[in-house]
């Protein structure tokens, strides 16, 4: 694991936290700074994701990397390649430019710097929340870590937080930087606190404002040069400066990331899931192999790897999940990569915000649309229908799905264009609990709330707009970066690139009248015609990175884990609802073949075992 932790003012750490964190997470903590009241912990087991640097008094410790492209950097190489260069080039500027030494910086990270001379403390986020940090605020002082099950670990007094239960059962985050756990919070993207006698200053990170061509007005020709040579600049920028190279390859998107690091030269090694059943591996994986001469490694995927992921969940992760074997699967990547001599991975990741990608949510949309002219007699019929107990239990998934729909359908359209997938509503819950329980706000009020700040965008924008606020990718990341120490980037997530590729419109990545199953069109065109990569690639049907055939697993040889998971949740569960988690239903299966935007079933039965897995958390630290 790689982590940092501390405390400010006369909030302290458990008298054996360093003990109690090196059980709960494998490493050792050392005590990189203590003074004025404040003290710094750091622990790493090696790889790229963790450095320090320390100076007459000063400390820093950085989790997370600084992308090429920073200002005043001297090198050698990307700041990418060694953590602690990039910590002792951040500790510089600081001396230069006090608070304002993140500014303009392009990177993921968070970081803690402790000023011994001015007796000040730093925490930051970089500008595009890329990493969580998670903060305690009292009248005595403040409590801080990198990684959320380190907070109860390390400090005392934290309980579970249920005031918003619905919602985060419903949509696998909470609004407004709460956490699952009461009086945490995570310090918001593009945020230095400063904090110096007592006292909290808060500055904003002034985010990357480079230079980028504006496509607004470009022809398809144009925007295909210009995305040629901003893609290959952003993998300049992204990628650490030795030969060898990884790549976590899915379809098209990492494809393309590891064809171009193949124009600039590198020696490419792409790794990818594989199942004992073939028909849930990536297509084309082979003959992508082949055609830019990279070696390939399958990765094998099996029950023991999701075990191990979901009995580490509540320390590894971040977020609860209703597809928790997906970032359980990249950290079993990151840990084969790792063991392969390598400490970074370039992925595809990105790309499908950038250019109108993810046929899931697009489709999604367009069928939200058309249902919302169903007649309202007719809704209210289903509606009705829906809401029966005997059919959920018998039909699962599904009517869920269904009653989702005619929720949403009640809804003003920005509210729903926003957010559609939802894991478990209150007739759920409510069974699922054995009787109501109050929370403090109606999730109809939340969703009305975070739908404002996109009313001008389209509605297709809305809806990708909400996968990104719900912090899914970020939560893969994060335990990714802090589970193996491989730093995991992207070059569509470097500003200079993402600036590029937002001047365009709608229509070069979604053509009127193109297929609903693609976007990106633009891209994919300077993808063939750069000759990148061959059409049969480019154009392979898509299929998401999260398939697996886990459902089946759940019910199987995984079911006394998730039992003991769902024995750790802070309501006993209605034995009855519990057990028609676990049941085979036909619905489900012709749901998936047939009907399904996604083929993953389990949804309720996942969101409600990472939920127990951060209250178990909480009853270990307790024990």
Same mark, same amino acid.
């Given at each position: 694991?790689?982590?940092?932790?501390?405390?400010?003012?006369?909030?302290?750490?458990?008298?054996?936290?360093?003990?109690?964190?090196?059980?709960?997470?494998?490493?050792?903590?050392?005590?990189?700074?203590?003074?004025?009241?404040?003290?710094?912990?750091? &622990?790493?087991?090696?790889?790229?994701?963790?450095?320090?640097?320390?100076?007459?008094? %000063?400390?820093?410790?950085?989790?997370?990397?600084?992308?090429?492209?920073?200002?005043?950097?001297?090198?050698?190489?990307?700041?990418?390649?060694?953590?602690?260069?990039?910590?002792?080039?951040?500790?510089?500027?600081?001396?230069?430019?006090?608070?304002?030494?993140?500014?303009?910086?392009?990177?993921?990270?968070?970081?803690?710097?402790?000023?011994?001379?001015?007796?000040?403390?730093?925490?930051?986020?970089?500008?595009?929340?890329?990493?969580?940090?998670?903060?305690?605020?009292?009248?005595?002082?403040?409590?801080?870590?990198?990684? !959320?099950?380190? @907070?109860?670990?390390?400090?005392?007094?934290?309980?579970?937080?249920?005031?918003?239960?619905?919602?985060?059962?419903? +949509?696998?985050?909470?609004?407004?930087?709460?956490?699952?756990?009461?009086?945490?919070?995570?310090?918001?993207?593009?945020? !230095?606190?400063?904090?110096?006698?007592?006292?909290?200053?808060?500055?904003?990170?002034?985010?990357?404002?480079?230079?980028?061509?504006?496509?607004?007005?470009? %022809?398809?020709?144009?925007?295909?040069? &210009?995305?040629?040579?901003?893609?290959?600049?952003?993998?300049?920028?992204?990628?650490?400066?030795?030969?060898?190279?990884?790549?976590?390859?899915?379809?098209?998107?990492?494809?393309?990331?590891?064809?171009?690091?193949?124009?600039?030269?590198?020696?490419?090694?792409?790794?990818?899931?594989?199942?004992?059943?073939?028909?849930?591996?990536?297509? @084309?994986?082979?003959?992508?192999?082949?055609?830019?001469?990279?070696?390939?490694?399958?990765?094998?995927?099996?029950?023991?790897?999701?075990?191990?992921?979901?009995?580490?969940?509540?320390?590894?992760?971040?977020?609860?999940?209703?597809?928790?074997?997906?970032?359980?699967?990249?950290?079993?990547?990151?840990?084969?990569?790792?063991?392969?001599?390598?400490?970074?991975?370039?992925?595809?990741?990105?790309?499908?915000?950038?250019?109108?990608?993810?046929?899931?949510?697009?489709? =999604?949309?367009?069928?939200?649309?058309?249902?919302?002219?169903?007649?309202?007699?007719?809704?209210?019929?289903?509606?009705?229908?829906?809401?029966?107990?005997?059919?959920?239990?018998?039909?699962?998934?599904?009517?869920?799905?269904?009653?989702?729909? @005619?929720?949403?359908?009640?809804?003003?359209?920005?509210?729903?264009?926003?957010?559609?997938?939802?894991?478990?509503?209150?007739?759920? !819950?409510?069974?699922?609990?054995?009787?109501?329980?109050?929370?403090?706000?109606?999730?109809?009020?939340?969703?009305?709330?975070?739908?404002?700040?996109?009313?001008?965008?389209? =509605?297709?924008?809305?809806?990708?707009?909400?996968?990104?606020?719900?912090?899914?990718?970020?939560?893969?990341?994060?335990?990714?970066?802090?589970?193996?120490?491989?730093?995991?980037?992207?070059?569509?997530?470097?500003?200079?690139?993402?600036?590029?590729?937002?001047?365009?419109?709608?229509?070069?990545?979604?053509?009127?009248?193109?297929?609903?199953?693609?976007?990106?069109?633009?891209? @994919?065109?300077?993808?063939?015609?750069?000759?990148?990569?061959?059409?049969?690639?480019? +154009?392979?049907?898509?299929?998401?990175?999260?398939?697996?055939?886990?459902?089946?697993? +759940?019910?199987?040889?995984?079911?006394?884990?998730?039992?003991?998971?769902?024995?750790?949740?802070?309501?006993?569960?209605?034995?009855?609802? &519990?057990?028609?988690?676990?049941?085979?239903?036909?619905?489900?299966?012709?749901?998936?073949?047939?009907?399904?935007?996604?083929?993953?079933?389990?949804?309720?039965?996942?969101?409600?075992?990472?939920?127990?897995?951060?209250?178990?958390?909480?009853?270990?630290?307790?024990?």
């Amino acid at each position: 694991m790689n982590l940092f932790f501390g405390h400010l003012g006369q909030l302290t750490t458990r008298p054996d936290a360093v003990e109690r964190v090196t059980e709960g997470f494998g490493v050792v903590p050392s005590l990189l700074s203590e003074q004025a009241g404040a003290a710094l912990y750091s &622990a790493t087991d090696g790889g790229a994701t963790l450095g320090t640097a320390q100076e007459d008094g %000063t400390s820093l410790v950085l989790l997370g990397m600084i992308l090429g492209g920073a200002p005043d950097w001297k090198g050698p190489g990307n700041p990418i390649d060694d953590p602690d260069s990039a910590a002792a080039y951040l500790l510089q500027r600081y001396r230069k430019l006090g608070t304002g030494f993140l500014d303009g910086i392009p990177g993921t990270y968070v970081l803690a710097l402790h000023d011994g001379e001015k007796g000040a403390t730093l925490l930051a986020t970089d500008p595009a929340g890329g990493h969580s940090l998670f903060l305690r605020e009292t009248g005595e002082g403040l409590q801080f870590a990198s990684n !959320l099950a380190l @907070m109860p670990t390390a400090f005392s007094g934290i309980a579970l937080d249920r005031g918003l239960e619905d919602f985060l059962l419903g +949509y696998q985050f909470l609004p407004g930087g709460r956490t699952v756990y009461k009086g945490v919070t995570t310090l918001p993207g593009g945020t !230095l606190l400063q904090w110096r006698q007592g006292q909290v200053e808060r500055h904003k990170i002034a985010a990357w404002a480079g230079d980028a061509p504006d496509l607004s007005q470009a %022809t398809l020709e144009e925007a295909m040069d &210009a995305l040629h040579d901003g893609f290959l600049q952003a993998l300049e920028d992204v990628a650490p400066t030795h030969e060898r190279v990884a790549v976590m390859l899915g379809g098209f998107d990492s494809a393309l990331v590891a064809a171009g690091l193949r124009r600039l030269g590198k020696t490419v090694e792409t790794f990818t899931f594989e199942f004992a059943d073939g028909s849930f591996n990536q297509p @084309m994986t082979e003959r992508l192999s082949a055609e830019i001469g990279s070696q390939h490694h399958w990765v094998a995927i099996g029950p023991e790897v999701i075990a191990d992921g979901l009995r580490n969940y509540g320390r590894r992760f971040n977020l609860t999940a209703v597809q928790p074997h997906y970032p359980i699967e990249s950290v079993e990547v990151c840990r084969v990569i790792r063991a392969a001599g390598l400490k970074h991975a370039l992925t595809g990741d990105g790309c499908d915000g950038l250019f109108l990608g993810y046929p899931t949510i697009y489709r =999604r949309t367009r069928v939200v649309e058309a249902l919302a002219k169903i007649p309202s007699p007719i809704r209210g019929l289903a509606e009705s229908v829906f809401g029966s107990r005997a059919l959920e239990r018998r039909l699962g998934h599904p009517l869920r799905v269904g009653r989702n729909l @005619m929720t949403m359908l009640r809804r003003e359209p920005l509210v729903r264009d926003h957010f559609a997938a939802r894991a478990l509503d209150n007739r759920s !819950l409510e069974w699922a609990r054995g009787g109501p329980f109050e929370q403090e706000r109606d999730v109809e009020e939340i969703l009305r709330e975070l739908a404002q700040p996109v009313a001008n965008l389209s =509605r297709v924008r809305r809806a990708y707009h909400s996968k990104a606020l719900a912090g899914s990718n970020r939560n893969k990341v994060e335990g990714c970066f802090d589970t193996t120490g491989v730093a995991i980037v992207s070059p569509f997530s470097h500003p200079r690139f993402a600036k590029l590729a937002s001047s365009m419109s709608d229509e070069m990545s979604r053509p009127q009248g193109g297929p609903a199953n693609m976007g990106k069109h633009a891209l @994919m065109q300077m993808a063939v015609t750069r000759e990148l990569l061959p059409a049969d690639i480019v +154009y392979q049907p898509k299929r998401s990175p999260a398939e697996a055939p886990v459902d089946g697993w +759940y019910r199987g040889e995984l079911r006394p884990l998730m039992e003991d998971l769902l024995g750790q949740l802070p309501f006993e569960i209605d034995r009855q609802f &519990a057990d028609s988690l676990f049941s085979k239903k036909w619905s489900e299966d012709l749901f998936r073949n047939k009907v399904a935007l996604d083929t993953i079933a389990s949804h309720a039965l996942t969101a409600l075992a990472t939920y127990g897995a951060f209250n178990g958390v909480l009853q270990e630290t307790e024990a």
